[in-house]
């Protein structure tokens, strides 16, 4: 169940919450939508931006009633999972609340998935009821035939054709309060689905107990109050859109903006686009989606090689799609790629997927914790340190690459303890790195389980410390300072909370020249904020892919990727020549810088959104410090 540790080290040790969830049923568990309905009846609870209607805590109880009453109608029963196939929507809502009161689990499922992909989450979940918004209904229907699998159907129709009888037209009428199906704290409530870091998406199952406390903390770290607005910016299909926002501002009673599809960029469209430098040769470039899914990534990029005919294959923003695509499209096709900013450091420093024609222009997790380990353990009177991350690869990979750091440096590491998404309750995780000796923590967690992680370890005396990431992470660390040290905090307070200093791949603050200067103006002036990793990741491999095509005087895949070999990029955002591809693994090697988390500054308010933003460089490393040494890494090209 998520929120239950998992210790890889010591499978039957004791479990470490000061409160685990019990088995006692309670007839308040599942009654979220009906004690707000009572305490704020009027209050708009959901803004349809897309429709133009809005809906009370009243109306969303009186619609939870009615699909309560369908759901028993149709023989769902407490255990009993229902799928939904769908954008955002008041439907999911609806699923979620009356699930909550007949005991039911809500599994909402991905609609960005490959047909082979939902066809074996479909078999995961194994549901009673299968809702699906019109526009997907083909992909289910081809699912369903490959996966075997005979559910009842209902549309949420957004279209005028619908496969399958609507959602709406089999409710009942009657939207009085339904007699709820005792369920307890450890009853699952949502089965969600990891984005698949090692192919097919895996099973979470989160508990009644997990999405309340969650909701809790939240509250607490956030200062979230009943007057809160904020839109919905997750897919609904992801802890994200579950944990992060919608459940902690319903407890309270807040008001949230629902849209159907958040496109962050939306120029940047699939299609073919055409770039004409004023010297040089014309680009042709093919955008795709890969909707940060390896099957996707593989189908599409195996379409723009035999179909396109493309010279190179670039991005990849997902390290599971870009192992994905060495493993098998490069492997195969010969065709050169360059990754960028993909952070699994395994991807250019394990022969499992390092290749002679993948390169990686950007910074990877080994890099960060090679940089900000060794800074914190010769600067900081720390002998043990406890590792926290979430049982995914990315977090596993936080937590090999801190361990052989800090072990090399002399201080020794606990046991690392991973947690599953959903997991809120670190007191208990605290209290038991403390009493074994721990004065530091790494935590390897994204932005669903960061505020929970934080709002503990302020509470205890203990360095926290790891990597700064992009803006959201970033966003999410300082909301939950600025909630536990109150408004007007300053960087003493920081630093006595215990929280830092972090390591830096790039941020636009931490590099002073030219390039970084031009590259900060025209990002800001084409985004309106300035730029974080995942920008300078790109820009380094489309400045280092120019330079190739240049200096080989070729478009050819074949002569590009020769001429990266070794190649030292001259044009980067840490400075003229700041990454070099090293020979025996095409990884760009660069510096890395380490500082305290500080107050956002004036000069930058209006172009990052974050209640903090990195210091001044408390130490420059360079790229020989920071990079696995050869003879360290199994991969030799």
């Known amino acids: 169940m998520a929120g239950d540790p998992v210790d890889r080290g010591a499978a039957d040790a004791a479990d470490p919450r000061p409160h685990p969830h019990g088995d006692r049923a309670y007839e308040w568990v599942g009654s979220l939508s009906a004690r707000r309905a009572r305490l704020s009846p009027d209050r708009v609870a959901v803004a349809d931006t897309a429709a133009g209607e809005e809906y009370t805590y009243a109306d969303l109880d009186a619609r939870a009633n009615r699909t309560a009453r369908f759901l028993r109608d149709v023989g769902v029963e407490k255990g009993d999972r229902v799928a939904v196939v769908s954008r955002n929507r008041v439907e999911l809502l609806d699923l979620f609340f009356a699930t909550a009161k007949v005991g039911a689990v809500l599994a909402p499922l991905s609609h960005r998935l490959a047909e082979r992909e939902l066809a074996a ?3 995961d979940v194994d549901p009673a009821l299968l809702a699906v918004e019109t526009p997907f209904e083909g992909d289910v229907v081809d699912a369903l ?40 704290l450890a009853d699952p409530h949502l089965f969600l ?56 501002l319903l407890q309270m009673g807040a008001k949230i903006l629902l849209s159907p599809e958040v496109d962050p960029v939306e120029e940047l469209t699939p299609g073919t686009y055409t770039l004409e430098p004023t010297d040089g040769p014309t680009y042709e470039i093919i955008v795709e989606d890969t909707q940060f899914s390896p099957d996707t990534a593989q189908n599409v990029a195996t379409n723009l090689v035999l179909d396109e005919d493309v010279d190179i294959l670039f991005g990849g923003t997902s390290s599971d799609s870009a192992r994905r695509l060495i493993d098998t499209v490069v492997d195969e096709t010969d065709v050169p790629y360059l990754i960028g900013p993909a952070a699994d450091a395994g991807i250019t420093v394990s022969d499992e997927f390092c290749h002679p024609l993948a390169f990686r222009a950007s910074e990877h997790t080994a890099m960060d914790a090679r940089a900000g380990g060794t800074y914190v353990a010769e600067n900081f009177d720390i002998d043990t340190v406890a590792v926290f991350a979430s049982d995914n690869a990315f977090g596993q990979s936080v937590a090999e690459n801190y361990t052989a750091v800090l072990e090399s440096q002399g201080v020794e590491v606990l046991e690392p303890r991973f947690v599953e998404v959903g997991y809120s309750e670190f007191d208990g995780l605290f209290e038991e790195a403390v009493s074994n000796g721990a004065s530091g923590v790494v935590g390897g967690f994204t932005a669903s389980t960061l505020p929970q992680f934080l709002t503990s370890g302020i509470s205890f005396d203990v360095q926290v410390f790891g990597g700064f990431a992009a803006l959201l992470t970033t966003k999410l660390i300082g909301g939950t300072i600025e909630s536990a040290l109150g408004e007007g905090f300053t960087e003493q307070d920081i630093k006595d909370a215990g929280l830092g200093p972090f390591t830096s791949r790039y941020h636009w603050n931490q590099y002073e020249n030219p390039i970084n200067e031009e590259f900060r103006q025209m990002h800001v002036d084409a985004y309106d904020i300035v730029p974080d990793l995942f920008s300078s990741g790109t820009f380094t ?68 959104d974050a209640p903090i933003m990195p210091g001044e460089p408390l130490a420059r490393l360079d790229a020989e410090d920071v990079m696995v040494p050869e003879e360290d890494a199994s991969c030799s090209l």
């Open 121 to 123: 989450v479909l078999g």
């Open 193 to 248: 689905h990891t984005g698949g870091s090692t192919g097919t998406p895996k099973e979470t199952v989160i508990s009644h107990g997990a999405i309340r406390w969650n909701a809790f903390n939240t509250i607490t770290a956030w200062g979230l109050r009943e007057d809160d607005v904020t839109p919905m910016v997750f897919p609904m299909f992801h802890t994200g859109g579950w944990n992060v926002l919608t459940v902690p």
């Open 145 to 184: 035939e490959r996966a075997d699998a005979e559910p009842p159907v209902r549309a949420i129709a957004t279209d005028a054709d619908n496969a399958w009888r609507t959602l709406e037209s089999s409710l009942p009428a009657d939207d009085s309060a339904v007699e709820p199906t005792e369920v307890s």
């Open 541 to 608: 491999a489309a400045s280092a892919l120019s330079q190739a095509v240049t200096e080989s005087g070729s478009t050819d895949g074949a002569d590009v990727a020769e001429a990266l070999r070794g190649m030292t990029v001259a044009d980067t955002p840490k400075g003229a020549d700041g990454y070099t591809f090293q020979g025996h693994n095409n990884q760009a090697a660069s510096q890395m810088t380490v500082a305290w988390p500080v107050p956002t500054s004036d000069e930058f308010a209006d172009t990052w």
